[in-house]
Nanobody, 124 residues
Framework: DVQLVESGGGSVQVGGSLRLSCKWN????????LAWFRQFPGKEREGIAS???????TYADSVKGRFTIPKDTAKASLYLQMNSLKPEDTAMYYC??????????????????WGQGTQVTVSS
């Protein structure tokens, strides 16, 4: 079965940068929609960045201009490059993938495969 494994979380100071990685073990389809979500304590997961098979992307307003979502298919990896981090970016971050959706999407219910999450803490 498809498995996603995140890494790269940790603690960083305000204004700093961090890069999260998400690696998949294999992919059974030419279609692939990938995304990053985050979850604050007691809240629902929110989509923040997504990239489709053709490379098209979409971002939540809260991270637009600060975060990017590159991928490296040859390395079976997705990344979340986070710059200009703020305390309100502190959350658990999850990568997600789907083999049916072929447009970038920030809608949680459209994703079937999920990683285990990695914590990001931004302190002042």
């Amino acid at each position: 079965d498809v498995q996603l494994v995140e890494s790269g979380g940790g603690s960083v100071q305000v204004g700093g940068s961090l890069r999260l990685s998400c690696k998949w073990n294999y992919w059974p389809s030419s279609r692939k929609c990938l995304a990053w979500f985050r979850q604050f304590p007691g809240k629902e997961r929110e989509g923040i960045a997504s990239i489709a098979s053709d490379g098209s992307t979409t971002y939540a307003d809260s991270v637009k201009g600060r975060f990017t979502i590159p991928k490296d298919t040859a390395k079976a990896s997705l990344y979340l490059q986070m710059n200009s981090l703020k305390p309100e970016d502190t959350a658990m971050y999850y990568c997600a993938a789907d083999l049916v959706t072929d447009e970038p999407s920030l809608v949680e219910r459209e994703y079937y495969y999920w990683g285990q999450g990695t914590q990001v803490t931004v302190s002042s």
